[in-house]
């Protein structure tokens, strides 16, 4: 489409087909069920396949949740096949799933901790890159990836973390480059803090929960700490036909908590 016209009659995401990897629970669902709001069917790709599944009935219509661990090849090319096999297309991939690192300096976190995040947060961006691609290009298609501002900026206590997302952002870029050719978009949202059972889990590691709570909640220049829906807005943008002259971007949904 070029013009807003022939645009405006449909819902932002009509009719694609859009793979949501650790869409069970947390951001992922939260844009998994915009996504099918905006006209899309989904794919729940989760390590807990009865909640990708829960997922993908209260998206409606055409979605499905499939059991994929990301960080495991095989897992990824079994769970995409199934997907290509059911829809014939894939228009998007959004690689979402990740997992938070225990609050520890670099030389106190095990290698197992280290490989894990490696695993899970960035190698999981090769798996379905690898297995998605061929579908993506035949689609003209877009990646999303679910990056954070901690890899831009920083995050003290958290190193192995930030190393994940600091090259999901630079693997974001790269991406982009190799792909446009192919007309493939690739971007990545950083949000700050979101409320998911992933940062309830990690206030209540800390010493203070509550505490940690307030900052949470001051730190958002543009109010209190956000659910998903902030990070979903910004997705279904980013993988519309809106947003169709718009790859390499790294987005913050941050309400500004960089700025403070
Ligand atoms: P969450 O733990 O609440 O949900 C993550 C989902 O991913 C779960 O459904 C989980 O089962 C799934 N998952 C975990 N490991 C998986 C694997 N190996 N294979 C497939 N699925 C897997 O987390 P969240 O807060 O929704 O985080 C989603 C993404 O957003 C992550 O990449 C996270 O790093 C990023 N992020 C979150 C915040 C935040 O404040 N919540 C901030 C910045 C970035």
């Not at 290509?84 to 938070?100: E, F, P, T």
Request: hydrophobic share 40%; net charge negative.
């Amino acid at each position: 489409p070029t013009g807003k016209s022939e645009l405006s009659m449909e819902r932002d995401l009509e009719k694609k087909i859009i793979v949501v990897t650790g869409g069970a629970d947390g951001i992922g669902r939260e844009c998994a069920l915009a996504y099918a709001r905006e006209g899309a069917s989904v794919a729940v790709l989760d390590v807990d396949g009865a909640k990708a599944e829960a997922t993908a009935a209260e998206s409606g219509g055409a979605s499905i949740g499939l059991v994929c661990d990301v960080s495991k090849g095989a897992e990824v090319e079994t769970a995409l096949k199934r997907v290509l096999a059911y829809y014939r297309r894939i228009d998007a991939v959004h690689n979402n799933a990740g997992i938070a690192s225990p609050s520890k300096p670099l030389h106190e976190t095990s290698e197992q901790e280290w490989d894990d995040l490696q695993r899970i947060n960035l190698k999981s961006v090769y798996w379905t890159t690898r297995y998605a691609f061929a579908a993506l290009a035949e689609s003209k298609g877009a990646i999303l990836n679910t990056a954070s501002m901690v890899g831009l900026i920083g995050q003290q206590n958290h190193a192995a973390y930030v190393a994940t997302k600091g090259a999901m952002i630079s693997l974001t870029k790269a991406m982009a480059a190799d792909y446009a050719v192919h007309g493939i978009r690739v971007n990545a949202v950083c949000p700050a803090g979101v409320w998911t059972p992933m940062l309830e889990r990690w206030c209540e590691e800390q010493p203070d929960p509550g505490s940690i709570r307030k900052y949470l909640d001051d730190i958002h220049l543009l109010g209190a700490c956000p659910h998903g829906d902030v990070i979903a807005d910004a997705a279904v943008f980013l993988l519309s036909n809106k947003a169709r002259f718009i790859t390499g971007c790294i987005l913050p949904v941050s309400g500004g908590a960089e700025l403070g």
